[in-house]
T-cell receptor, first 113, second 116 residues
Framework: DAKTTQPNSMESNEEEPVHLPCNHSTISGTDYIHWYRQLPSQGPEYVIHGLTSNVNNRMASLAIAEDRKSSTLILHRATLRDAAVYYCILRRAGSYNTDKLIFGTGTRLQVFP | GAVVSQHPSRVICKSGTSVKIECRSLDFQATTMFWYRQFPKQSLMLMATSNEGSKATYEQGVEKDKFLINHASLTLSTLTVTSAHPEDSSFYIC????????????FGSGTRLTVV
């Protein structure tokens, strides 16, 4: 499975933008980049995903490097409810045996009022 | 949006007994479901992949006789922890995958198992 590397923790103040980086230098052409977040004592929640182009949704934006070896999850205005562990995961779609989510250690985001 | 319901949310059982956890996809068909476990302050660890109507595929190091998985329908998968022991105490989370290469994964809210 292709691996991702994320900082263990990051901090932000409320109302400020947050850029969460992820390195995935061994990504292959069929790997989708997925981001999930997990609040304490809850299951992971889907945030966003992309393949090659940058993506925007109501929760966040995903900026993907041109060589796809890194990506950045952008929360435009952090709120206290965004405090969570954020996981960047590569998903190899299209193959029964490899289409699954393998979680790394993630980034614990703290948001201060 | 897609919803996965997981029950129970919390369970306490005595050592040596078995516990069943249910995972249901409420508004979509999930041919494939996944089971994870998570210890405190650690990441999720994939235990097994279950496909409707066939045997589950277990990850390396996961005891298939201890963690029985059944996926009898397109909307229901169950995980049974047999002869539970205190070291099995953990947070168990299921996930369901919809159809199509671009379809996301939806997670249940998790089950906190405490074996006493």
């Amino acid at each position: 499975d292709a691996k991702t590397t994320q900082p263990n923790s990051m901090e932000s103040n409320e109302e400020e933008p947050v850029h969460l980086p992820c390195n995935h230098s061994t990504i292959s052409g069929t790997d989708y980049i997925h981001w999930y977040r997990q609040l304490p004592s809850q299951g992971p929640e889907y945030v966003i995903h992309g393949l090659t182009s940058n993506v925007n949704n109501r929760m966040a934006s995903l900026a993907i490097a041109e060589d796809r070896k890194s990506s950045t999850l952008i929360l435009h205005r952090a709120t206290l409810r965004d405090a969570a562990v954020y996981y960047c995961i590569l998903r190899r779609a299209g193959s029964y045996n490899t289409d699954k989510l393998i979680f790394g250690t993630g980034t614990r985001l703290q948001v201060f009022p | 949006g897609a919803v996965v319901s997981q029950h129970p949310s919390r369970v306490i059982c005595k050592s040596g007994t078995s516990v069943k956890i249910e995972c249901r996809s409420l508004d979509f068909q999930a041919t494939t479901m996944f089971w994870y476990r998570q210890f405190p302050k650690q990441s999720l660890m994939l235990m097994a992949t279950s496909n409707e109507g066939s045997k589950a595929t277990y990850e390396q190091g996961v005891e298939k006789d201890k963690f029985l998985i059944n996926h009898a329908s397109l909307t229901l998968s169950t995980l049974t922890v047999t002869s539970a022991h205190p070291e099995d105490s953990s947070f168990y989370i299921c996930s369901a995958r919809g159809v199509g290469a671009d379809y996301g994964y939806t997670f249940g809210s998790g089950t906190r198992l405490t074996v006493v």
